[in-house]
Nanobody
């Protein structure tokens, strides 16, 4: 079965960096668009970034990308998608989820999430 396992979360001071990883198994990774979402208590899960099967990227907050705060990437040889997060702010505190989109069916698989806490 499809499994997405996130790692790399933790506690970091404001201004610091983290790199989240999501290792996928049970699917043909190169055929899937991959996403990072985040969610804080009481709020809806929100999209952070997407990387398509051919490597194109898009960000919910383009300004964050331009400032180099968030960068999504993938390594198809390792079946892994990454989210590099720099200059972290307290408002980036959330549970970060990896998701895989089946290009044919549109079905979305989810990981279990990894907690990111940014202390100010």
């Amino acid at each position: 079965q499809v499994q997405l396992v996130e790692s790399g979360g933790g506690l970091v001071q404001a201004g610091g960096s983290l790199r989240l990883s999501c290792a996928a198994s049970g699917l043909t990774f190169g055929n899937y668009h991959m996403n990072w979402y985040r969610q804080t208590p009481g709020k809806q899960r929100e999209l952070v970034a997407i990387i398509t099967s051919d490597g194109s990227t898009n960000y919910a907050n383009y300004a964050d990308f331009k400032k180099g705060r968030f960068t999504i990437s993938r390594d198809n040889a390792k079946n892994t998608v990454y989210l590099q997060m720099n200059s972290l702010k307290a408002e980036d505190t959330a549970v970060y989820y990896c998701a895989a989109d089946d290009r044919i069916s549109g079905y979305k698989y989810w990981g279990q999430g990894t907690q990111v806490t940014v202390s100010s």
